[in-house]
């Protein structure tokens, strides 16, 4: 707990350790600074660290908008959007001057309160690594604050356990405080925890229309979701109340896709059946959705919203969660927009972000070696 306490210091203020792998040249250490990151974005990377007077040291300077500091002292290595470097800078140096814990983070605050630093953007991305099978070895994690899961959709129930045994899904922790940010395991590739379920599941023998419509959902969230499915005028039909706050659309047969998303979404959804029933074009519904959303009649999903699903075929990503991230952009945020749909069809898929810049950017989590997953290949 102590070391998760400091990851999330990490996320947040920027807290440094120092006296990282002395032995290593610098050109290993380089080398294994960026492991965390997506292959198409290492050799960009700026690597860098700091000395013991809080002073960044650059080991190699980059060309894109993301940097690392090689494994410190606690066995982790993290890289972060550069444009967070500032804050992690006054950080370091307030560490070298003997503020940490509790302090060193009211410090921080204060600081950005009066304007000194800017805080961390909402849906930061933050990559860490532990070369050890004793924690969750590869975290990516997206940063929340003073979100909760009733908001975004999310789980609050931990998978560690799941994520050692490497086939972990993403969760929420710390909701509603300035620390809220989700946990993503990254499953599957050479560098996760080994695992994984020993069987899939043959979702398509299941006829329970209820049973089925949650699949998508992490364990916890499935007994409360609300079940539902359309008629073939587009008219909502409710398998089952709900009493948390996702609603899950059965077995779509002309799509194949189930869904589930946040329950202020109904309405949106009843629109875009109504609208697919009268046989309006892809196109059509999509322009109807948004001049709807324009002019306030529909909700639209909040920042940092989640939504599920799932499909039943080998050619598309079978379980995928959606973080919705309305305008933001990769650089904005830290995060990689190389698709890994190949990937995610072999089994060790990473997240990616769509759409940058538009109303409609969100970030791709493919959820690796479930029972429901993409089979590795």
């Not at 590869?138 to 799941?162: C, H, I, K, Y």
């Not at 697919?276 to 959705?289: H, P, T, V």
């Amino acid at each position: 707990m102590k070391k998760m306490i400091s990851m999330v210091a990490v996320i947040l203020f920027g807290v440094t350790t120092f006296g990282g792998a002395n032995a290593q040249t610098k050109e290993e250490k380089i080398a294994q600074a960026v492991l965390p990151l997506p292959e198409d974005l290492r050799a960009g990377a700026a690597v860098y660290d700091y000395n013991d007077k809080g002073q960044r040291v650059m080991l190699r300077g980059g060309s894109n908008h993301l940097e690392c500091k090689p494994r410190d002292e606690n066995g982790f290595t993290s890289c972060t959007g550069k444009i967070t470097a500032a804050r992690r800078d006054y950080s370091a140096k307030l560490a070298a001057g003997g503020l940490e814990g509790e302090e060193l983070q009211a410090a921080m605050l204060a600081a950005e309160e009066a304007g000194e630093i800017e805080p961390a953007p909402f849906g930061s991305m933050f990559y860490r690594l532990y070369e050890k099978d004793d924690r969750i070895q590869l975290l990516w994690v997206v940063f929340l604050p003073n979100a909760t899961a009733d908001d975004l959709g999310m789980s609050l129930e931990s998978q560690r356990d799941n994520s050692l045994a490497g086939m972990g899904m993403p969760w929420m922790m710390r909701e509603g405080t300035p620390s809220a940010h989700l946990m993503i395991p990254i499953n599957g590739t050479e560098l996760s925890n080994a695992g994984g379920a020993p069987d899939r599941l043959d979702t398509k023998s299941i006829t329970d229309l209820v049973v089925q419509g949650t699949l998508p959902l992490p364990e916890d969230l499935r007994d409360g979701a609300a079940v539902i499915t359309y008629d073939e005028s587009g008219v909502r039909q409710v398998l089952r109340e709900g009493t948390n706050m996702i609603e899950c659309r059965a077995r779509d047969e002309a799509s194949g896709f189930t869904r589930c998303y946040h329950k202020s979404l109904g309405a949106e959804n009843d629109l875009r059946a109504k609208l697919a029933a009268e046989g309006k074009s892809n196109e059509e519904i999509g322009a109807a959705l948004t001049a709807a959303r324009e002019s306030g009649s529909l909700p639209t999903a909040p920042m940092g919203s989640i939504a599920y699903r799932l499909y039943e075929e080998d050619d598309r990503l079978k379980l995928l969660w959606v973080l919705r991230l309305p305008n933001a952009t990769s650089v904005e945020l830290g995060m990689p927009t190389g698709s890994q749909r190949d990937n995610a069809l072999a089994g060790r898929g990473l997240p990616w972000m769509m759409r940058e810049g538009t109303p409609a950017a969100h970030l791709m989590i493919p959820i690796n070696s479930t029972e429901v997953s993409n089979k590795p290949m």
